[in-house]
């Protein structure tokens, strides 16, 4: 069936590449797409030589194609990436197929050319997103190692000072005329490491995001106003504090515990920027919808490379032993939980200003009213169910849970967990669970306890809780925690607060 000219010349309009067809090597036939690819008017190609088209590289690549539309045998030729000039001099990749076809005119020569800009494109697009995912990889690796370098360095310090100072209580004790004082002082100094390892523990947790948060509405300038006097005393006399609190600020919503823990990382950089004395300015005000937190020191102040690296965990200045590195780290954890902000501006020799934007809240109420510490409220001869994988740790708590007058059912693990339960006769009036445990997480030991004893309430302890906390790092509705490591005070008033509430 032979077509008509109207149906060929619309198959040559309605191509989605550019078509040229030309005799020998003129131009005698394109199409739109054509005329749009290479920037030239219909009129200016026809009758030209496809040579002023083709770019000089692309004339020596393609030999054998130019041989076979000399021959001029009928049939395709075949494909081939190269490059086009355009009018504008630019040079663009094509892919461009050739085939010689027999006509009523003649034997002619159709070219089929595909504009490979948009794939190029997307190929450097993709190579540089290879690469930009190979440089990120290769610094969160960096960040990782650093941190472990980090968290070892420190935790071997304190689990020297731990080890030695235990050993020469032993040593002490077993002597054949202990003296209780020197016993007291080693376990004295064996109990500090232990607190500054527990610092270090949720200072790591702060800056991953994985600390235990309990936010509440609070006024900033009241939470400033109740460490002022301890921030006085941590950066010693030769130091002036100054602090200007804005009138009338709105509340925000953040724990409490935490603001104060910025506040105080914040001054000791600070004063270790000022080892001569100088102004510590601690301000707050609006800043649009939000809440302004600034921290401004007249100290030595850092260069912008340091200014850069300053929010890394374990990155620091200072010389060895001086200080973890977390400080800054920290406060960028504690702040981006809170949904907020910050930032640092910095001269050397100026000082440096950091700046916590937090989100401003509608509630003007602030509890911040301290009960007076109690001791915690006897027992009543409860049962306790005690599950813990760490058996020094549980024969801790047995220890604690037993001496204050409860029962005490322990297990290692939530299958031994539930496999005594089953065998015990009396009631279970509280289920004191560690959350991550080989096997079964807390959680689900609790969920299969209750289903069967409804009547048992559930406080888990963790010094990691991920798996019972929503995204933002606060509790889920119900859930009770205590946080380790925990004192026998601690364990003792969480486990009476939950057994009465």
Same mark, same amino acid.
């Given at each position: 069936?032979?077509?008509?000219?109207?149906?060929?010349?619309?198959? &040559?309009?309605?191509?989605?590449?550019?078509?040229?067809?030309?005799?020998?090597?003129?131009?005698?036939?394109?199409?739109?797409?054509?005329?749009?690819?290479?920037?030239?008017?219909?009129?200016?190609?026809?009758?030209?030589?496809?040579?002023?088209?083709?770019?000089?590289?692309?004339?020596?690549? &393609?030999?054998?194609?130019?041989?076979?539309?000399?021959?001029?045998?009928?049939?395709?030729?075949?494909?081939?990436?190269?490059?086009?000039?355009?009018? /504008?001099?630019?040079?663009?990749?094509?892919?461009?197929?050739?085939?010689?076809? @027999?006509? *009523?005119?003649?034997?002619?020569?159709?070219?089929?050319?595909?504009?490979?800009?948009?794939?190029?494109?997307?190929?450097? @697009?993709?190579?540089?997103?290879?690469?930009?995912?190979?440089?990120?990889?290769?610094?969160?690796?960096?960040?990782?190692?650093?941190?472990?370098?980090?968290?070892?360095?420190?935790?071997?310090?304190?689990?020297?000072?731990?080890?030695?100072?235990?050993?020469?209580?032993?040593?002490?004790?077993?002597?054949?005329?202990?003296?209780?004082?020197?016993?007291?002082?080693?376990?004295e100094q064996v109990v500090q490491a232990g607190k500054r390892g527990t610092d270090l523990t949720h200072q790591l947790l702060s800056f991953?995001?994985?600390?235990?948060?309990?936010?509440?509405?609070?006024?900033?300038?009241?939470?400033?106003?109740? $460490?002022?006097?301890?921030?006085?005393?941590?950066?010693?006399?030769?130091?002036?504090?100054?602090?200007?609190?804005?009138?009338?600020?709105?509340?925000?919503?953040? /724990?409490?515990?935490?603001?104060?823990?910025?506040?105080?990382?914040?001054?000791?950089?600070?004063? /270790?920027?000022?080892?001569?004395?100088?102004?510590?300015?601690?301000?707050?005000?609006?800043?649009?919808?939000?809440?302004?937190?600034?921290?401004?020191?007249?100290?030595?102040?850092?260069?912008?490379?340091?200014?850069?690296?300053?929010?890394?965990?374990?990155?620091?200045?200072?010389?060895?032993?001086?200080?973890?590195?977390?400080?800054?780290?920290?406060?960028?954890?504690?702040?981006?939980?809170?949904?907020?902000?910050?930032?640092?501006?910095?001269?050397?020799?100026?000082?440096?200003?950091?700046?916590?934007?937090?989100?401003?809240?509608?509630?003007?109420?602030?509890?911040? @009213? *301290?009960?007076? *510490?109690?001791?915690?409220?006897?027992?009543?001869?409860?049962?306790?169910?005690?599950?813990?994988?760490?058996? =020094?740790?549980?024969?801790? =708590?047995?220890?604690?849970?037993?001496?204050?007058?409860?029962?005490?059912?322990?297990?290692?693990?939530?299958?031994?967990?539930?496999?005594?339960?089953?065998?015990?006769?009396?009631?279970?009036?509280?289920?004191?669970?560690?959350?991550?445990?080989?096997?079964?997480?807390? *959680?689900?030991?609790?969920?299969?306890?209750?289903?069967?004893?409804?009547?048992?309430?559930?406080?888990?302890?963790?010094?990691?809780?991920?798996?019972?906390?929503?995204?933002?790092?606060?509790?889920?509705?119900?859930?009770? &925690?205590?946080?380790?490591?925990?004192?026998?005070?601690?364990?003792?008033?969480? $486990?009476?607060?939950?057994?009465?509430?």
């Amino acid at each position: 069936m032979e077509w008509s000219e109207e149906l060929a010349g619309g198959l &040559l309009q309605a191509a989605p590449d550019a078509i040229l067809v030309m005799d020998g090597y003129t131009i005698v036939l394109v199409n739109d797409r054509a005329v749009e690819l290479y920037g030239y008017s219909r009129e200016e190609l026809l009758g030209q030589s496809i040579e002023m088209l083709v770019t000089d590289d692309a004339r020596m690549m &393609l030999p054998e194609r130019r041989r076979r539309i000399d021959e001029g045998r009928p049939g395709p030729i075949g494909a081939a990436t190269s490059t086009i000039r355009r009018r /504008d001099g630019t040079e663009i990749p094509v892919e461009s197929s050739v085939a010689i076809v @027999d006509t *009523k005119e003649g034997r002619l020569a159709v070219a089929v050319i595909r504009d490979l800009s948009e794939r190029a494109r997307a190929e450097q @697009d993709k190579a540089r997103l290879r690469a930009e995912a190979h440089v990120h990889r290769s610094q969160r690796l960096e960040s990782l190692g650093q941190l472990a370098g980090g968290v070892a360095h420190d935790f071997n310090n304190m689990l020297g000072v731990i080890v030695n100072y235990a050993s020469f209580v032993i040593e002490e004790a077993t002597s054949p005329t202990p003296d209780l004082s020197a016993i007291a002082a080693d376990a004295e100094q064996v109990v500090q490491a232990g607190k500054r390892g527990t610092d270090l523990t949720h200072q790591l947790l702060s800056f991953a995001r994985r600390e235990v948060v309990r936010p509440q509405v609070m006024d900033l300038n009241t939470a400033i106003g109740e $460490v002022e006097e301890m921030l006085r005393r941590s950066i010693g006399e030769h130091i002036n504090l100054i602090v200007r609190p804005a009138d009338g600020l709105p509340s925000v919503v953040c /724990d409490p515990g935490q603001i104060s823990q910025v506040l105080v990382n914040l001054a000791l950089n600070a004063r /270790d920027a000022m080892p001569g004395g100088g102004d510590l300015v601690i301000d707050t005000g609006r800043h649009g919808e939000q809440v302004r937190l600034r921290v401004g020191d007249s100290g030595t102040g850092m260069a912008p490379e340091v200014v850069e690296r300053a929010f890394e965990p374990f990155f620091t200045t200072k010389g060895s032993g001086a200080g973890t590195g977390l400080g800054l780290a920290t406060v960028y954890g504690i702040i981006t939980q809170a949904d907020g902000e910050v930032s640092i501006a910095s001269s050397p020799g100026v000082g440096t200003t950091v700046t916590v934007l937090l989100p401003a809240s509608s509630d003007l109420s602030y509890f911040s @009213d *301290k009960a007076a *510490k109690l001791p915690p409220a006897p027992s009543r001869g409860e049962t306790l169910l005690v599950v813990e994988d760490e058996a =020094a740790l549980r024969d801790v =708590a047995g220890r604690i849970l037993s001496g204050a007058g409860y029962r005490v059912l322990a297990a290692e693990c939530g299958a031994a967990a539930l496999e005594l339960a089953a065998g015990h006769d009396g009631g279970i009036d509280l289920l004191v669970s560690d959350v991550v445990m080989p096997g079964m997480l807390g *959680k689900e030991l609790a969920e299969r306890l209750v289903s069967v004893r409804p009547d048992t309430r559930v406080l888990y302890m963790s010094g990691y809780a991920q798996p019972v906390l929503h995204s933002q790092g606060t509790l889920d509705p119900g859930v009770a &925690l205590l946080e380790k490591p925990f004192t026998a005070d601690d364990l003792l008033t969480a $486990v009476r607060n939950r057994l009465d509430d």
